[in-house]
């Protein structure tokens, strides 16, 4: 029996420490996710706007807008890379734009019109988005955000304006040229580098033309001695000739 209670007892006393540890330890709190609103491409007024949104994430290859369709949802990027884009009956895509963080899409159908493009995701993408009663209240409450709007549906009018005229006054190594120069960033040791990776397929998509085109011009231009390419990207030796 005295075995026995000193058992018991040195049971308790091990609770008693143990608990008493527990409330002096200090507690544990898990590390809250980062805010995705956060990212430093947005500007102020617009991270205000993708707060009101709901989070959503998607993956590579994700179809978020079919043209045609109906809808008034916004689209805000908060990361990965989306590409707006249309089909014609005989499969061929042309690609409108990409775009990234701090960047937004759907806004052209916030009218109550059909959708004017098909957007995808080209990489693994979390946007915040929003309808129109949540942009309409927002705009309510900060004005100047309506400027910014207009003004982003400015520019891209101004872009798809200079898109028309390239497909009707340049032919296909005209619009080529004006592409690479376009995406090409000066190196130190005077060549220009295109740092997104872009394969023939997404250029021909870009240009409204055969990948096969592509492939032809861009094979000749190394031929050349105009262009060359390092691992998945491609580098400007020296100016592209005017024309080919």
């Known amino acids: 029996m005295k075995r026995a209670a000193q058992i018991t007892f040195a ?17 544990y709190t898990p590390p809250s996710p980062a805010d995705p609103t956060d990212h430093p491409a947005l500007s102020d007024s617009l991270r205000l706007l993708a707060r009101r949104g709901e989070i959503r994430r998607y993956r590579k290859n994700t179809v978020l807008i079919e043209e045609d369709d109906v809808g008034d949802t916004l689209y805000i990027i908060l990361s990965g890379r989306l590409r707006s884009y249309s089909s014609g009956a005989n499969g061929r ?33 979390v946007c915040s988005v929003l309808g129109r009663a949540t942009l309409e ?13 207009m003004a982003k549906i400015i520019r891209r009018a101004r872009a798809a304006t200079l898109s028309a005229k390239q497909l009707a006054l340049n032919d296909v190594y005209g619009r080529l040229q004006l592409q690479l120069n376009s995406l090409a960033v000066a190196q130190p040791d ?13 250029m021909a998509h870009r240009l409204g033309c055969s990948r096969e085109m592509v492939s032809r011009l861009m094979k000749d231009l190394s031929s050349g001695a105009y262009i060359a390419q390092d691992g998945p990207h491609t580098v400007l030796l020296r100016p592209l000739p005017a024309r080919w």
Do not use: N
């Open 190 to 202: 005077g060549t220009h580098r295109i740092g997104e990776r872009l394969t023939h397929k997404d």
């Open 11 to 27: 049971a308790r006393h091990r609770r008693l420490c143990l608990a008493r540890w527990r409330l002096r330890r200090p507690m």
């Open 137 to 149: 209240r927002h705009i309510a409450e900060h004005p100047a955000f309506a400027f910014e709007l």
């Open 93 to 125: 895509e042309i690609t409108y734009g990409v775009y990234g963080p701090g960047e937004y899409l759907g806004e052209m159908s916030l009218d109550g019109g059909r959708r004017s493009a098909s957007v995808e995701s080209l990489q693994a993408s």
